[in-house]
T-cell receptor, first 113, second 115 residues
Framework: DTEVTQTPKHLVMGMTNKKSLKCEQHMGHRAMYWYKQKAKKPPELMFVYSYEKLSINESVPSRFSPECPNSSLLNLHLHALQPEDSALYLC????????????FGDGTRLSIL | GNSVTQMEGPVTLSEEAFLTINCTYTATGYPSLFWYVQYPGEGLQLLLKATKADDKGSNKGFEATYRKETTSFHLEKGSVQVSDSAVYFCARSMNYGGSQGNLIFGKGTKLSVKP
């Protein structure tokens, strides 16, 4: 069982749709992350939140919009996505500090039609 | 720069064989080092970590030692099981000290263990 919960597990959407991915953790972690993972590739960092503030945006297109409503929740709002955005989207959380491991959810598998 | 290089897969072994997956990193600062495992259809799970030179991380029969002199963190297991079949990622932290530790991943090594 993962301690980071992501919903939905699967999402199929058209290029004109608006949807949101959700992530929740109750481990008291103050850093939260969004990653994109294509098949047979490592995760690619998209965003980092530290104490509910966006600290890193890895030049992600504006059609992806992150939000951190509180210390336990992280959302990723999607709008006008492209077929190449189809991927597994992983959320992770960690304590502060470079020696702290990240805890991953099982991801949302997103397909863009 | 900051990078992690791990051996290309896939690696196919028979049950009870010895496993080594090589991983080297670029020596910028003093990173923490991690091995993560990803089973099919799941997210990544931390397998083990080491935060300073000569530290040995271990878990579930897997081991890796932080070698500063060779900038390596090779993963080993003495006797693999079918249930170890998964993709293994070596990773290093980006930053030094108490600041936020973003991860740099290697490309991943797929392990298949046959009965």
């Amino acid at each position: 069982d993962t301690e980071v919960t992501q919903t939905p597990k699967h999402l199929v959407m058209g290029m004109t749709n608006k949807k949101s991915l959700k992530c929740e953790q109750h481990m008291g972690h103050r850093a939260m992350y969004w990653y994109k993972q294509k098949a047979k590739k490592p995760p690619e960092l998209m965003f980092v939140y530290s104490y509910e503030k966006l600290s890193i945006n890895e030049s992600v297109p504006s059609r992806f919009s992150p939000e951190c409503p509180n210390s336990s929740l992280l959302n990723l709002h999607l709008h006008a996505l492209q077929p190449e955005d189809s991927a597994l989207y992983l959320c992770a959380s960690s304590q502060q500090g470079s020696d702290q491991p990240q805890h991953f959810g099982d991801g949302t598998r997103l397909s863009i039609l | 720069g900051n990078s992690v290089t791990q051996m290309e897969g896939p690696v196919t072994l028979s049950e009870e064989a010895f496993l080594t997956i090589n991983c080297t990193y670029t020596a910028t600062g003093y990173p923490s080092l991690f091995w993560y495992v990803q089973y099919p259809g799941e997210g990544l799970q931390l397998l083990l970590k080491a935060t300073k030179a000569d530290d040995k991380g271990s878990n579930k029969g897997f081991e890796a030692t932080y070698r500063k002199e060779t900038t390596s963190f090779h993963l080993e297991k003495g006797s693999v099981q079918v249930s170890d079949s998964a993709v293994y990622f070596c990773a290093r932290s980006m930053n030094y000290g108490g600041s936020q530790g973003n991860l740099i991943f290697g490309k991943g090594t797929k392990l298949s263990v046959k009965p």
